[in-house]
Structure formats: C-alpha cells, structure tokens
C-alpha cells in the first residue's frame, strides 16, 4: 500500500447518526437522505460507533417502554417512533453525505 493511501484510510472517521423524524408526526423518516440526518458523535473506528449504536439503542428502548407503561403512548413499534433506535454508523467519506 502507498503512503498516501495509508494516510488517507487513517483521516477516515465514523458518524453516529440519527435520521429526522416525519414532519407533524411522531414517526422516523428512515427514507431520507443521509445528508439529512443529524450526526450524535464521532469516532475514529467503526468499532467505536457500533458500541455506541448499541447502547444508545438499548437506552432508547428502555425509555420507550417506560413510556409504554405510564401510559404516556400508546404500544406501537419503536423502530417506527424511536428515531434513537434507528441510528446508523456511518463512514465520513460516505457519498451519501454529500448535499
């Protein structure tokens, strides 16, 4: 491998990201270009962000079914409500986030 190669592979970081949510609605809108989404975090490994994906998950369930009991929602699925529970890792170079 090239220097030059090699420096750039180490430049490459990783975003935590979270999709928008449905304008007047209280659903995800997973459908939306990634350059819509909101970055949480950043990382400089994708092992970083996948752990960090795994427990902002685990935390945001938790808080949906808290919300669930108290009857503040009523049961519906989260992966269509909890825009924390939808959160992707993505690479900084991804084309995807060019506006």
Known sequence: MKL?????L???GWYLMVPPAIPNTHEVNKGAPL?????RRTF?????CENAKSHLRTQALAAQAEKDVSGKRGQRNPD????????ECVSTDDPRLAK
């Open 4 to 8: 030059c190669h090699a420096a750039a």
């Open 10 to 12: 180490a430049l490459v």
């Open 35 to 39: 350059a819509q989404w909101t970055i």
């Open 44 to 48: 400089p490994r994708n092992a970083g």
């Open 80 to 87: 269509s409500v909890c825009i924390l529970c939808n959160a």
